[in-house]
């Protein structure tokens, strides 16, 4: 059931006060407001953080009646730091604010007390094969450093973001995005299926590809969850199966599909460590190969070769760092994919002033982390200005040393 409870705003923050960019990019339409609230009818109990997104329920004031459900706090969450606003009494029960009510025939979270209708952006012809490439993400905490690695290597190029399930739904939950697309890092912010809020709705992740790469005419795109990701210690109990989806959506489209390896030198969790086992059961389980990046002289992901190219390519980063214990099950089939090497440049990402945490470890904590990360934006926009994609890597497919 529901975990809600009556409560009443106490602080709220103002109006998103995010200008647009000297270069004419706005924020995301549909922002989340901060807020505090007092617990219990009249608000008389705690008081706790908690958000509200503006486009479902309105902006709130202080002194509204809410109701919020206070269940991902309660149980002590790692996105369950404040409650969500599920309706507010005061002001929120007329509807006020839809625009072009009569034009959305949509919905978005269908059949639950949350649905809502929105205007999908499915209306051109299908038109194959796209030929743009398309980089698949497992983390959302991967998006600011391939944004930022493809705008260094390709600054001309128009690069779009498709917001999957996997992790958060709302797409105002994600300031990361909001930056990106300030500093004209991205060109457009799309949700779809059941991920709503960006700047466009769709109804499917082919949807949203289609759209933006003919449409919008973004040379290329990059697709992953929210963030937030669900997951589970289990081989596919994780928000970061839904990569396998968005590759086999991309090759579909015939769209030359990069996967965004989670690669971590710092995760105490050995399932994570090296190249994550998230990563590693989407490459075994795709239908065809895809193009994976490395960092620079790197040779393999795995194994002896994995240790020997953290000192290589990270040098200091990893000084003083225990060796890695890479106990994970390595499946074979990882060597049929398009292993590539992409240059990084770690310390001007770290001199960016973008996002340089990952689950609460930064930049000099998780080198590999950002450097699989950058990798792949610099694979991606490589991919985007070469005429002829699928050429093979020169290095060939990593060896298992382990």
């Known amino acids: 059931m529901l975990k809600l409870r009556h409560a009443t705003v106490v602080e709220a923050d103002g109006p998103d006060a995010e200008d647009a960019g000297s270069n004419g990019h706005v924020p995301a339409s549909h922002p989340e407001q901060r807020l505090v609230v007092q617990l219990g009818e009249g608000g008389g109990g705690a008081r706790r953080a908690a958000i509200a997104d503006v486009a479902l329920v309105g902006r709130a004031e202080v002194g509204d009646e809410v109701i919020v459900n206070v269940q991902a706090h309660d149980l002590g969450l790692g996105s369950g730091g404040f409650d969500i606003v599920h309706v507010n009494l005061t002001r929120g029960l007329a509807g006020e604010g839809e625009s072009s009510p009569a034009r959305h025939h949509v919905m978005k979270l269908n059949y639950t007390s949350l649905q809502h209708a929105v205007l999908p952006v499915e209306e051109e012809q299908l038109a194959l094969p796209l030929q743009r490439p398309v980089a698949v993400l497992a983390l959302h905490g991967q998006l600011a450093a391939v944004a930022w690695a493809f705008a260094q290597t390709a600054p001309s190029m128009r690069l779009g973001y498709v917001q999957t399930e996997g992790g ?3 797409g105002s939950h994600s300031r ?14 799309l949700t779809a299926g059941a991920a709503f809020g960006g700047e466009g709705e769709a109804i499917t992740t082919a949807g949203a590809l289609h759209h933006g790469l003919r449409a919008l005419g973004w040379d290329a795109a990059v697709c992953g969850p929210g963030p937030g ?3 589970s210690s289990s081989s596919l109990g994780h928000g970061g199966m839904s990569a396998l989806d968005s590759a086999h959506v991309a090759l579909a489209l015939g769209c030359p599909t990069l996967l965004v390896a989670r690669m971590s030198s710092g995760d105490d969790r050995a399932r ?3 190249i994550s086992h998230h990563t590693l059961t989407v490459l075994d389980l ?3 190969p895809v193009i994976v990046a490395l960092p620079a002289g790197m040779r393999s992901p795995v194994g002896a070769d994995l240790r020997a190219g953290l000192g290589a390519v990270f040098a200091g980063a990893t000084a003083g760092r225990p060796v890695l214990t890479l106990d994970v099950e390595r499946p074979v089939r990882i060597t049929r994919h398009d292993w590539r090497n992409a240059a990084i440049d770690l310390p001007a990402y770290a001199a960016s002033g973008l996002p340089a945490r990952t689950m609460g470890r930064g930049l000099g904590e998780d080198p590999l982390f950002f450097g699989a990360a950058l990798a792949g934006g610099a694979a991606l926009a490589e991919l985007a200005g070469r005429p002829s994609i699928g050429e093979t890597s020169s290095e060939g497919p990593p060896g298992d040393a382990a």
Not at 176 to 189: I, K, N, Q
């Open 229 to 231: 990701i669900v997951g």
């Open 286 to 288: 795709l239908l065809e």
């Open 272 to 274: 994570h460590r090296g």
């Open 168 to 170: 958060a739904l709302p």
């Open 176 to 189: 990361t995005v909001r930056e990106l697309r300030r500093r004209g890092l991205l060109a457009g912010h």
